[in-house]
Nanobody
């Protein structure tokens, strides 16, 4: 299973970014997908998860109301729309497939003025 993230970058506080993850080597539509993040000096934490059909989504309390996870099974992609970004959202963001314990290489998100 291969997982590749993209879409990170530098953004001002209050700005938006959309992360994308493509997963290959699995029956994508059958599996839950998740986004994690790891800030400098902190443990990796779950940001959001989405069920295989997209019918169930869960979020960390710190991002509820600001981030939205979605997926398109036709092209094996999962997205993380991040709005109203804060400096504390600065981290490396990872796409993770729990059933295969597969991580992407991560994409850096920096929120700074």
């Amino acid at each position: 299973v291969q997982v590749v993230e993209s879409g990170g970058g530098l953004v001002h506080p209050g700005g938006s970014l959309r992360l994308s993850c493509v997963a290959s080597g699995l029956g994508f539509a059958r599996y839950e997908m998740t986004w994690y993040r790891q800030a400098p000096g902190k443990e990796r934490e779950l940001v959001a998860g989405i069920s295989n059909t997209g019918g169930r989504r869960n979020y960390a309390d710190s991002v509820k109301g600001r981030f939205t996870i979605s997926r398109t099974n036709v092209n094996n992609r999962v997205y993380l729309q991040m709005n109203s970004l804060k400096p504390e959202d600065t981290a490396v963001y990872y796409c993770y497939v729990p059933q295969f314990n597969s991580w992407g290489q991560g994409t850096q998100v920096t929120v700074s003025s």
